[in-house]
């Protein structure tokens, strides 16, 4: 029995209809030397021990009516390959845009709590038989992304795997459900005795926020951002697209301007962003405001899957020049670094720990009669996970390309995540129908906008 940590659990809580908490991870296999032409069956009996090999695809969601606590995760006893591991169809003509519908529609299918939080999809083209697509789908109460890229680790080997697939591995009991009520509720006492030492923590941080804020040396506030296109109301739909750079021409930017990879995926975002409202007419006079997650894997010694904290940053898209905007956006994430660095990795996971799951649903009844604030809490979300840079293999089958996608949440109904493999940098972007349904535009611009800056290192 494992107890979900308050972030994890947050992501349950958080769901609804329109806000579906998946986490997903596109990837292009090159089935072109399956032993006789590829064929669902064959793909199942290699994955299927490989998937189910991984602990994090064994265990499901226990708590029940008696625990007043985070729910757990226990062992499945059996795990129906079936309901995970799925086969769908590219409509014709099966280019990138019918490939992505059928990702969107992958994405914004819940989950079913009662059985493991997970499942790969096989997404067959007949106009492109010798490539693959397989979207791998998991809860954010599993995984974040960077324990998303450790579970691809686990899965995938540097060579052709013809081994023997892993051996089946045996269940430990399931904790019954007295005993999770019993610990829940000692869970829950222990936890006020944290709040002495946690409350002067906080009152510590808020102080030195202040004095930050005065010095104009503090990331950005929530609920400053500017209205766009994306902060609007939207259904459960979701739609996707996704294109890929060459990691070669982002690091030659990164090292001609002394910068970090991070630093110009966000000018290369802000820069796309520019391009898309123009195209639209909705280009805001400020920047905008992107919500970034920071991995505090080895910082933090808190339980839980979900090890992170969060800052806010400015996107310079009013700011045409490409390159005043990269510099402007460097200054001004700097400072939301050091803020947040400030902040500790911890301070996001002690709190959430105090919000359970009736804290959670009081909040949901009462939040439609609180009048809502004028400006959106963010814009967007902004990720960027480094990964692999050679070729992995994925039972016998090479990946080609990989592209994340995370939620969107909070109103902001854009997500653009970015991760580095084999010497590309594959962008995944998931929004809503209801507010962006020519994503594809936003995903060609980013090229556009990487050409801009290399221009300014060959032509300065």
Known sequence: ?????????????????????????????????????????????????????????????????????????????????????????????????????????????????????????????????????????????????????????????????LSAPPDTVNPTPAAGTLRIAATGVLGVATRSWRLTSLLPATFATVARTVRRARAGRSMVAPFAAPKTLFNGPHSGRRCVAFVALSLDDVQAVKNHYGLMVNDVVMALCAGALRTFLQRHDALPDTPLVAAVPVSVHGKSDRPGRNQTSWMFCRLQSPVADPVQRLRDMVESTAAAKAHSAELGPTLLQDWTQFIGQYTMGAAKRLLPRVPKPTNPPFNLILSSVPGPQVPLYLARYRIEEVYPFGPILAGAGLNITAMSYNGQLGFGIISSPDLAPDLWNLADALPAALDELMGSITNP
């Open 1 to 161: 029995m494992e107890r979900l940590s308050g972030l994890d659990a947050m992501y349950l809580y958080l769901e609804t209809p329109s806000q579906p908490l998946n986490v997903c991870c596109v990837l292009e296999l090159d089935v072109a030397e399956m032993p006789g032409g590829y064929s669902f069956e064959q793909l199942r009996a290699e994955l299927e021990p490989r998937l189910l090999a991984i602990p994090e695809f064994r265990k499901k969601l226990a708590g029940g009516q008696l625990n007043i606590d985070h729910p757990v995760w226990v062992e499945c006893a059996r795990v129906d390959i079936s309901r995970h591991l799925k086969r769908i169809a590219a409509p014709a003509p099966g280019s990138r845009v019918e490939v992505g519908e059928v990702c969107a529609h992958i994405a914004a299918l819940p989950l079913d709590r009662d059985h493991p939080l997970w499942e790969v999809w096989a997404v067959e083209n007949p106009s492109a038989p010798e490539l693959l697509t397989l979207v791998v789908k998991a809860h954010h109460a599993l995984v974040d992304g960077v324990g998303g890229a450790n579970i691809m680790t686990q899965l995938c080997s540097l060579e052709p795997d």
